[in-house]
């Protein structure tokens, strides 16, 4: 059986692996997730992603490596994923709503792409809220 919402497996495989404190974590590929790990590698929540051949049948997975402050806390403290493909939330350009005061961002696909919430706020585009880290 085929996996209904492989966005949603891909935040809760980081999310665990960080509390875990694992320093790498591997899932499989696509380019929506590709795009999404870009955006948190730019906020600076995970070091760094690269597309590696899959260990088991064919494909590809991304190796996604983690960070942690100094005490070895996990630097993302939470992932959710706001849009799912039972229930799809769109936002307007204004209509983006702050994430724990401003400590967090939304990742949005839109028009010109995957963008943070403040990106799509300064482009005046909405877009598909697909998640929120913090």
Known sequence: MGMTDPIADMLTRIRNASRARHQKVTVPWSRVKENIVKILIDEGYVKEARKVKAAQGG????LIQLRFDRENR???SGMT???SPGRRVYVGANEVPPIRKGLG???LSTPKG???DREAHRAKVGGELICSVW
């Open 59 to 62: 494909g590809n997975d991304l």
């Open 74 to 76: 996990p630097i993302i």
């Open 81 to 83: 994923r706001v849009s």
């Open 105 to 107: 961002i939304h990742i």
């Open 114 to 116: 995957f963008l943070v």
